[in-house]
């Protein structure tokens, strides 16, 4: 069980910044990682991912994304973050982010919602034109 804590989010104005911070904490041992990732979902939608990051570093951002939006972890704070610029209005929606304990070499980055079976709690973000 992974628990995620989510702050940050907002209201900006077309073509503001804001950034996304995801708190995990919960049950693992020496030989695993929190793999975790970003996810939008807009109403009546089912959640679609956004941006991730495997355990080599690498990440992995949904098309419409790319270039304006940046993930990082702090892996020895446990923490998860989700750097948006250049917000446009198409933006707005609710903003999870996912987890789950698993071995160090077993994080791919995967953007599929079903790989993450923890959830923060939500935050809106809301971009006006």
């Known amino acids: 069980q992974v628990r995620l804590v989510q702050s940050g989010g907002g209201s900006v104005q077309s073509g503001g910044s804001l950034r996304l911070s995801c708190a995990a904490s919960g049950s693992r041992d020496s030989t695993s990682t929190f793999c975790m990732a970003w996810f939008r979902q807009d109403p009546g939608k089912e959640r679609m991912g956004i941006a991730s990051?495997?355990?080599?570093?690498?990440?992995n951002y949904a098309d419409f994304v790319k270039g304006r939006f940046s993930i990082s972890q702090d892996n020895a704070k446990n923490m998860l973050y989700l750097q948006m610029d250049a917000l446009k209005p198409d933006d707005t929606a609710m903003y999870y982010c996912g987890a789950d304990s698993v071995p160090y070499d077993y994080c791919s980055g995967s953007l599929a919602p079903g790989e993450y079976p923890n959830w923060g709690q939500g935050t809106q973000v809301t971009v006006s034109s």
């Open positions: 990051i495997d355990n080599r570093g690498r990440t």
